[in-house]
């Protein structure tokens, strides 16, 4: 498609920001009013259309997707986005661990345990840990705090959190991603622990390597979404 606007720019608009091509408002991939909750995402939205060259790469609209994602499927049915993800709780990654007695354990938990119990305090529950890969359901007191927690979240957190939770393995490294001052590269390095360990041991082609860069990206796209919402 060749580029058909001169100047894309943002104003202000009834419950937040748009971004307008030579006046004319942007919608959603379903044809909803693109509106978000803040100047600096409508500003990272604007950036993407002013990138484009003569022809448009619709591989650069990368906040876009997000942002259409949440108008268009999560802010009309949240309950079903939630349903999505509350089950990454119940199987969350963090709380498998390998036998007691293997090195794989003892990295685990150096790294797991941290941020398990801060999720913890912070929320005031208590998350089930076991070894093996048998099911462990954890506390429904647990669930239903983290439910309480999803529930809280704006649409634009759900959108961050599906994509993060499904690249993570894990609710609570989501959670935590989505939370000021969060660091990518601890919270990226604890879902990958165990991609990790496998590549020490039997080494990483590039063509894996590559599509573990590309996810990282992903991972930080969607944490660079949820604070530019806030």
């Known amino acids: ?110 790294v797991w345990d941290p941020l398990l119990e801060r999720v913890e305090a912070r929320l005031g529950v208590r998350f089930a840990r076991t070894s093996g890969v048998m099911h462990k359901p954890q506390p429904e007191t647990t669930l239903a705090r983290l439910q309480a927690e999803l529930d809280a979240c704006s649409v634009f957190d759900l959108a961050a959190l599906k994509m993060l939770t499904s690249l993570a393995a894990s609710l609570v490294v989501a959670l935590e991603a989505i939370r000021p001052g969060a660091d990518a590269e601890a919270l990226w390095q604890a879902a990958e622990l165990e991609a990790d360990w496998q590549v020490e041991l039997w080494g990483e082609d590039w063509e894996a390597a590559e599509r573990r860069a590309a996810r990282f990206e992903a991972f930080k796209l969607a944490m660079r979404l949820a604070e530019l919402a806030r």
Do not use: N, S
């Open 1 to 110: 498609m060749k580029r058909f606007y001169k100047e894309a720019a943002v104003e202000p608009v009834e419950g937040g920001w748009r971004v307008v091509l030579d006046g004319r408002p942007i919608r959603t991939a379903g044809g909803r009013a693109q509106v978000v909750p803040t100047r600096a995402l409508a500003d990272a939205l604007a950036a993407e259309w002013a990138a484009q060259g003569e022809t448009i790469d619709l591989t650069g609209f990368h906040f876009r997707d997000i942002v259409d994602f949440a108008v268009d499927a999560v802010a009309p049915d949240r309950e079903a986005v939630i349903a999505e993800l509350l089950p990454y709780a119940d199987t969350d990654t963090l709380c498998y661990r390998a036998d007691p007695d293997e090195a794989l354990h003892k990295r685990q938990a150096a």
